[in-house]
């Protein structure tokens, strides 16, 4: 009698267990995706951080960011930050209006840099994918 209850305390436990192993593992693996999500939110950020400053110091002629300089310079944040899209660019002066102009030294330039973020848990997946933007600004020089 004793014998047989043992087995089926062990059986109980081995459920729980399973319950329990299944609740940590969604709960952690939630966690990793929120960080890896806050991770490419501080990569668009930076992204968008750099182009504006090489956009502000090498802004080109003709189209903003036209530039070589700005040009490398997105392509290298493109190869730091997943799905980067092609960042917009604005001009505008100290008091907030646009410029419909070419920019001059001492206009400010804008740039909002996009990326998507996919989570890997299918309970955040069910969300959809997130569009992360950010956006930096730079005085022209």
Known sequence: MRRAQRRDQRGQALIEFAFAITVFTMGFIGLLDIAQGVFVFNGVSQAAREIARETSVHPGTGALGASAQSVAMVNT??????????????????????????????????VTATTVFQPALPVLA????????????AEIQ
């Open 126 to 137: 069910m969300l959809g994918p997130f569009n992360l933007s950010s956006s930096s600004s």
């Open 77 to 110: 944040q493109r190869a730091l930050v997943p799905r980067l899209t092609t960042p917009t660019y604005e001009c505008f002066d100290i008091a907030g209006t646009a410029q419909t102009d070419e920019c001059q030294a001492g206009d400010w330039v804008r």
